[in-house]
């Protein structure tokens, strides 16, 4: 049984994969700010760009280390966001609006507990009622990224309910725009 289970994920991961090296070959119009301009002598000047590092942890809000920016926790089996769920997002919203120069990539994760594909859904469903709701809060849509792991990216590994509970989660990870 439980190798059954391992070649399901395998199969579920290879899906996943195959979606996003699909959707890597395409095409997208350049924007304003990556047109190159054409200056007083008739030659074409690419337009400055801010070579200033970010310093985030790649774990995100996760790691702990990023001030401002926190992890959204949520009950079993649901999408919906808890009070306390809100006043994080509010909190993570007026972080981005200081950094006006950040991207944000909200990853939806759940416990183990059910299908791969049902929490793979679940994931996605987390992501997308936060992003939802940081663009109600006023944020520009174009800043925020979602992606599922579903089960795939645990806190804790361990079988309870305090672990599960860390594990219901939709964590952010930040990127220079």
Request: proline residues 3%; aromatic residues 6%; charged residues 25%.
């Amino acid at each position: 049984m439980s190798t059954l289970k391992n070649i399901t994920k395998f199969i579920a991961i290879l899906a996943i994969a195959g979606s996003f090296i699909s959707c890597r070959g395409k095409e997208e119009k350049p924007n304003e700010e990556t047109t190159p301009t054409e200056n007083t002598t008739g030659t074409q000047e690419s337009p400055a760009i801010d070579s200033t590092a970010m310093s985030f942890d790649p774990a995100g809000s996760d790691s702990g280390k990023i001030d401002g920016l926190k992890t959204v926790f949520f009950d079993y089996d649901k999408s919906t966001l808890s009070a306390e769920a809100k006043r994080t997002i509010q909190g993570n919203v007026d972080w981005m609006k200081k950094n006006a120069n950040t991207k944000v990539q909200i990853e939806g994760h759940c416990d183990n507990r059910g299908s791969i594909e049902y929490n793979v859904a679940l994931g996605e469903r987390r992501a997308n009622t936060v992003k939802d709701y940081m663009v109600s809060l006023g944020l520009s849509g174009n800043r925020l990224a979602t992606i599922s792991y579903g089960e795939e990216k645990p806190l804790v590994s361990s079988e309870s309910e305090s672990a599960w509970k860390k594990n219901r989660r939709a964590n952010f990870v930040p990127s220079a725009m």
